[in-house]
């Protein structure tokens, strides 16, 4: 059997409460942070939405994803801080949708709709 994997599976079950929270919080973030990423970098290209709000959504997100880390960590279940994280993130997501498909009617025909 492979020692690494040993390792791995026991530090999994070993039952240390923070280090299965960091993990948590790293898995979370990984799971949200590349498609946020994706949408700002859509909304930055298209030019039709203000830079200042577009550095606004991306704040908005950090902060969420900071107070839903700090949440986690301080305890494994619900906490305030996840609920404020969650909000932050899911309002930054569905924000950032909104203004991707703003961009995309005003590049197609619809100025009327621009900013």
Not at 60 to 86: D, K, P, Y
Request: aromatic share 10%.
């Amino acid at each position: 059997q492979d020692p690494s994997t040993h390792e791995l599976r026991s530090l999994a079950s070993s039952g240390d409460a923070r280090n299965l929270c960091a993990t948590r919080a790293h898995g979370n973030y990984i799971e949200n942070a590349p498609m946020f990423g994706l949408l700002l970098v859509a909304i930055d290209a298209s030019d039709t939405v203000p830079k200042p709000l577009v550095d606004l959504l991306g704040g908005w997100f950090a902060f969420g994803r900071i107070f839903h880390m700090t949440g986690l960590w301080s305890s494994g279940g619900s906490t305030v801080g996840r609920m404020v994280g969650a909000f932050c993130t899911l309002t930054s997501l569905a924000v950032g949708s909104a203004l991707v498909l703003y961009s995309s009617f005003v590049n197609v025909g619809f100025p009327a709709l621009k900013f």
